[in-house]
Each structure stands twice: as C-alpha cells, then as structure tokens.
C-alpha cells in the first residue's frame, strides 16, 4: 500500500514562505509524476506543481516564478518550496502521486496552508 504524507503547511503572512514536503513510501522513481494540488473550500482540486519521473517540471501560471518543485530519490520526498505567497495561494495543499499504466492515482491526506493579507 502506498503512503504519501505531506508537512510543512501552516499560517504565513502575504510575502513569506513555507516548504511543504511529500514523503512516499517505497521509491518514488516507481511513479510516473508526482506533484502538488491545491483546493480551496468550495472550488475544484488544481495542479499547482507536477515532477516527472525525468525531472520536467510545470506549474500553474499563478505560481510560475514563485514556487519550485523537486524531489529527492534518496529520501523518496518531493518538495514545494512557495516564496512571495499570496492570499489566493490558500488552501489544503495535497500530494500527487501517478502510475501511467495502468492508470491509477495516489494522494496523501493533504495539510493546510493559509497566507494572511
């Protein structure tokens, strides 16, 4: 069974950042892409940041310049260091992980970050 548990959400104020951290269970070279995704109450689950398993990378337009994903094998952990944080970046933020074939999706429980005005 494949685990996924993320850490480093909190409260920060507009400006500040925060490192969110992903750690899998078993090797994370196993999967696909993995990455982060963002919900706020009442909207849709989104892509934030999204690592291939060849270390490509993309982010949703919002968060381009701002955020950075990468991971570390060794440690099987992706992280999303956040800087310059917004308002609109609020949410619980939940870690992604994806086989390709056959296709199947894990996610961790996900943790709360909230950046304050």
């Known amino acids: 069974q494949v685990q996924l548990v993320e850490s480093g959400g909190g409260l920060v104020q507009a400006g500040g950042s925060l490192r969110l951290s992903c750690a899998a269970s078993?090797?994370?070279?196993?999967?696909?892409?993995m990455g982060w995704y963002r919900q706020a109450p009442g909207k849709q689950r989104e892509l934030v940041a999204g690592?291939?398993?060849?270390?490509?990378?993309n982010y949703e337009d919002s968060v381009k310049g701002r955020f950075t994903i990468s991971r570390d094998n060794a440690k099987n952990t992706v992280y999303l260091q956040m800087n310059s944080l917004k308002p609109e970046d609020t949410g619980a933020y939940y870690c992604?992980?994806?086989?390709?074939?056959?296709?199947?999706?894990?996610w961790g429980q996900g943790t709360q970050v909230t950046v304050s005005s």
């Open positions: 992604n992980a994806r086989i390709s074939y056959p296709a199947f999706t894990y």
């Open positions: 078993g090797n994370i070279l196993r999967f696909n892409a």
């Open positions: 690592i291939t398993s060849t270390g490509s990378t």
